[in-house]
């Protein structure tokens, strides 16, 4: 058609590609990078992640570095360099001034980088905003020589460019720098890279991260565990998060030739049993071509996928962090805070959503140098990766808003948001998939399934913390009863006698008849040898009546297995950390003492220690708690039939006991 | 190397492409398709956009028709049909299955969809979900027959597959239809494609929008204005919003071959003045070839850029809503709510960010129908476009909350976050370059240029706020006042009477002493034509003195437009919608009255006319305001000195008269 061209014509050629390096460059605030501040924490991190998950595939312990200088006004110098595998020649550009390029996209597992973006997207800000091509020196073990490329993006082409490329000497074996120079701030403070390395330091316990600030400042957060975490597995795809269309290509791309064997291969989870009922439900035969299966049979073979029972997908893609190592992470960085008490961490068993396993940790800390009128302070993770920013609009954040922690005693306005507390809360989420609200990963997009696991963990440990603040509250009432009456009453005793001319009485038996309690008191102290540390229990008996008591301890399992414990206890359980004592038969007001020595190196505090006793109710103890209901023990020896002429049976001996609840707790009572 | 590939080689060998739709395929919840419910809603939404910016382009009225139909379980048949331009056949594949592709991306203007992914994500959810292609129709004016296609993407290169083509005739003469088959499903209520259109019909009051339900309801937004926005012009870019890496790839890509030339033809706001300047301090000649400015030089020039003051930006890049059309959407759409008030709707001149122009409009409504106990409604919009999730990561969520809208009359606790009371707020962001926070488009990322200027635009709606709020309590107050003495004291008066056995006096002197008010009583009724429809207005003098007053009225400049006013006023202000009067000398107790005639089309409420008096304290004014002090109006003639001797001198006709507080307030009072 000649002439000039009609309107649609004209619209039709405007219309052209956008390379996905030039769409980023000017959105690069969808990557994290809307200001000078917010870009200096988003290369760090991105850096960063790269380092730990390359050194977690060559299983090796991280060491990293990150070096941040001021360059002018501005403008930063930021270096991470890490003792990871390093990256192949070849791959270099590739890796580092590509988006979209990468090798954690197609796998299906655990890992901090997944969109192969974060990294060349840094290189892209760098480019943008000094003009100055990113640094790269990497070495791998089986070379003599570093590789160091100078790399910028081509953005119209998303290709890298190399500047300059050289081999240098490089005194490490193996491992990989990364320098940038960009238009960027730092300061130290919330959001921060420190904040971040911080956090990493916390859910990352077997790395060891060095920070040097713009003003020569080395911080150190060194690693608390030598144990590099498995490298999660690659699974295959789970067939119950598969929708029609990835159906159809997994089926297309299939190297096998018939259903059967692309079923039970190429998928996780498609059991022999399973697949006969597939195959037997959805009327096939299973010699079908998988390519040959289309139209209403995909959609029948889908709906069949999704109906019969299936394996549920191998958990081992996941890496969680434990709720040890969690303790542990969260004690060696926040020791300025000495916090009061540590809720044993929650680790939730993995579940499935669309196909991909995740699984939700949560660690609590209350307490210590926490401020006490300020919202609860709440550390989000996903994948071992701290998240700084879009708190506001995370997954995680509304799960916690949601929770009405007044039931767990704490402040919250309505029962609902943030509440209010002496209170650190740690939630890790893991998956094979984390749907992030944006590239720039920072928060976790809203899903019932995940809002269902965070709730049940959050339950759980705050759980920890109101039967710690119901205990605390307690024990700081008891305790100030049992005061005053130590105090006062002979005071007023003695002055009383002295009024009428009489000898001073022996107070015990008031004070027992007025406590009324098993009083148990540890104290902390040196060891014998300088090189221990011990705790003493006491146990008194203020109760008119004599008891046989049992006496349990929870520590971590690791300090009970460096421990001496005297008296030997009558068994112990090596794994949850247990030991327990059935103590002689305490008249009333006698005393009965334990000695537990632990090596210095264990840093044992007592409020690592848990003390439960047996044998006595809940409302007569002071310093220990009942033996909780979900505890199974084998008890060593039945409870002996109590002082004053109860008629309790001996037939309990080593008896499998679940201590849950009410019959436990009257087959105890029973004296 | 032959043998075993090292680590660093087999990680290397894992390095690979990813399509960016595959990526987005991996990643939908990052393009707003998390779920069936949203993924309906996005889908309307980006097929809505394109129509409404292809309507814009071509300078028609839009007429958009939206239908959902269930097909089958937990799938929608979604079609959007518009009156556009149509989409030439070549170029229908990429447009609708293509991501990063468009047209709009690279244009320096405001527009709906920037990203050139929208529709292509829902093209190829689609596919995800049901393996359905999309089907597009499309016209364009001069062509017989509608082009249709079938289309899915081929997401491992990003590339359109074309299933079927085929030609339709149409009886349209032009416009486009696509029609997906996708897994979703629909409800009415917040946050669905109900809301979205209702939404978008407030901010496109030009727009005609059918929407029919999965259960044939069918819903009509008819437009209230038959004028189409003007197309945004495209700007080349402004200097002020460039970094380093930007400026050199232009300088490169330019077609001109001097410095000189390339700075006033490629970038905007570079004057022959700024020239100069820009030469002289970064000591140039203007000679130097574009493409050989680089390393200090290149620094150098930027730097000089950023300094010398330059043009703004053309703001013809921008495409308002404008204080009427906001008022008349918000009227149309929420005619079911009644508001008692509509704030004057708040348009800010347009600033620069970056180089970027943008500007912020901001309308307010209040009362009636609205929830009083619930938080304010906020309907965020980004370029005329309804911004439904994220509100709680969004830059205009924080100005809101930031707001300490104590001080305007509404409840908010702690002066933060969302205040309570029957309200609703209507932000707009318009820019040629809207910082979202991720693809979905759905929130807008903080930047403090554009913090200062909606906290500006909320101050301006908000003081509006205030102003109504105390001018109706004390009219509640006064009125109730008034109220009171008019019916209690006549009766005091006849019961004193006739026990005192006396005739009733003249109350009005007491009323008037108790008072001390001139009351302004505005009422509406019909006109003395069937067509028209009235104002009247009545001014009563209670006090004791004989008062010459100034009377003013202010209404939407169309409404005056059309109005006849008896008698008629003194002067207008056709642009402001401003008129007024000198009234006679009245006397007290004495009355004055004016009609306005409108024509019944207007739909004039009195609502929409404020009323001032100059001529008499504000505390002695009932039903009107004092004239605000930023008025600025040429004096009809002098305030005549008062009734009571009083000695002003008549010097002040037709003086220029800023009435700003004290001065003007003194000269008035002064009689």
């Given at each position: ?192 890279p420190f904040d971040y390395l911080r956090n990493t330091a916390i859910v990352n316990p077997h790395a060891r991260i060095v920070l040097i600030e713009p003003d020569g400042t080395r911080i150190t957060w060194d690693r608390v565990s030598t144990e590099v975490p498995p490298v999660p597995k690659e699974i295959p795809p789970h067939p119950h998060g598969l929708e029609l269309g990835e159906l159809a290509y997994r089926l297309k791309a299939s190297k096998f030739t018939s259903l059967r064997e692309t079923l039970t291969k190429d998928f996780a989870g498609v059991t022999p049993r399973a697949l006969r009922e597939v195959l037997a439900l959805g009327k096939f035969t299973g010699k079908e071509s998988p390519e040959e299966v289309h139209g209403e049979e995909l959609e029948r073979l889908l709906r069949v996928l999704h109906e019969v029972p299936l394996l549920p997908p191998n958990t081992e893609a996941l890496s969680p962090i434990g709720p040890l190592l969690i303790k542990r992470g969260l004690r060696n ?339």
């Amino acid at each position: 058609m000649p002439g000039t061209p009609s309107l649609a014509q004209q619209l039709g050629a405007k219309q052209r590609e956008i390379s996905v390096a030039e769409f980023f460059e000017r959105n690069r605030q969808i990557l994290g990078f809307d200001n000078p501040l917010r870009a200096a924490l988003t290369t760090v991190k991105e850096a960063v992640d790269n380092a730990l998950d390359a050194c977690e595939e060559a299983r090796v312990l991280p060491e990293i570095q990150v070096e941040i200088a001021k360059e002018g006004t501005e403008r930063l110098r930021i270096a991470v360099e890490d003792n990871g595998p390093g990256i192949v020649k070849k791959q270099i550009p590739n890796v580092f001034a590509r988006l979209l390029y990468g090798s954690r996209f197609h796998a299906n597992r655990q890992s901090r980088g997944q969109q192969g973006i974060g990294i060349s997207a840094a290189v892209l800000y760098a480019a943008l905003t000094t003009a100055r091509p990113a640094r790269i020196r990497s070495k791998v073990a089986e070379e003599e020589a570093a590789h160091v490329a100078e790399l910028l993006i081509d953005t119209q082409h998303n290709q890298p460019r190399i500047v300059s490329e050289e081999l240098e000497l490089w005194d490490r074996p193996q491992g990989t720098r990364v320098e940038l120079v960009l238009k960027a701030r730092y300061t130290r403070g919330r959001q921060s890279p420190f904040d971040y390395l911080r956090n990493t330091a916390i859910v990352n316990p077997h790395a060891r991260i060095v920070l040097i600030e713009p003003d020569g400042t080395r911080i150190t957060w060194d690693r608390v565990s030598t144990e590099v975490p498995p490298v999660p597995k690659e699974i295959p795809p789970h067939p119950h998060g598969l929708e029609l269309g990835e159906l159809a290509y997994r089926l297309k791309a299939s190297k096998f030739t018939s259903l059967r064997e692309t079923l039970t291969k190429d998928f996780a989870g498609v059991t022999p049993r399973a697949l006969r009922e597939v195959l037997a439900l959805g009327k096939f035969t299973g010699k079908e071509s998988p390519e040959e299966v289309h139209g209403e049979e995909l959609e029948r073979l889908l709906r069949v996928l999704h109906e019969v029972p299936l394996l549920p997908p191998n958990t081992e893609a996941l890496s969680p962090i434990g709720p040890l190592l969690i303790k542990r992470g969260l004690r060696n960085v926040l020791g300025e805070i000495r916090p009061d008490f540590f809720a044993p961490p929650v680790s939730r068993p993995p579940k499935v959503r669309g196909g991909n396993p995740f699984l939700v940790e949560v660690g609590l800390v209350y307490g210590g140098g926490l401020p006490a009128d300020q919202p609860m302070q709440l550390l989000r993770f996903a994948n071992r990766v701290p998240l700084l920013f879009q708190q506001g609009a995370c997954a995680i954040t509304t799960a916690v808003s949601n929770l009405d922690w007044r039931r767990y005693g704490l402040d919250q306005k309505g029962g609902n948001g943030l509440p209010v507390g002496p209170c650190l809360l740690l939630v890790h989420l893991a998956s094979t998939k984390v749907p992030f609200t944006s590239e720039a990963k920072e928060a976790v997009a809203e899903d019932p399934e995940i809002d269902k696991e965070l709730t049940l963990a959050l339950q759980g440990a705050a759980r920890h913390l109101r039967t710690h603040l119901s205990r605390r509250s307690r024990r700081d009432l008891a305790s100030e009863k049992f005061i005053i009456i130590q105090r006062i009453l002979p005071q007023l005793a003695e002055k009383a006698s002295r009024l009428a001319g009489k000898p001073v009485p022996d107070l015990t038996p008031v004070i027992t008849k007025i406590m009324d309690v098993v009083a148990l008191e540890a104290t902390s102290g040196p060891g014998p040898s300088p090189s221990e540390s011990s705790v003493t229990v006491e146990l008194t008996n203020y109760t008119p009546r004599a008891r046989v008591l049992e006496l349990f301890v929870e520590m971590p399992p690791e300090d009970l297995a460096s421990a001496t414990l005297e008296p030997l206890p009558e068994g112990t359980d090596a794994e949850l950390g247990r030991a327990w004592w059935t103590l002689e038969k305490l008249a009333p007001s006698a005393r009965s003492r334990l000695t537990l020595r632990f090596p210095k190196s264990c840093e044992v505090e007592l409020n690592d220690l848990d003390w439960f006793i047996a044998g006595v109710d809940e409302a007569h103890l002071l310093g220990a708690e009942s033996l909780p209901g979900d505890w199974e023990v084998r008890l060593p020896r039945a409870i002996i039939e109590a002082a004053e002429g109860a008629s309790a049976e001996s037939s309990r001996d080593e008896a499998e006991v679940d201590y849950d609840g009410e019959e436990a707790h009257a087959a105890l009572e029973d004296e």
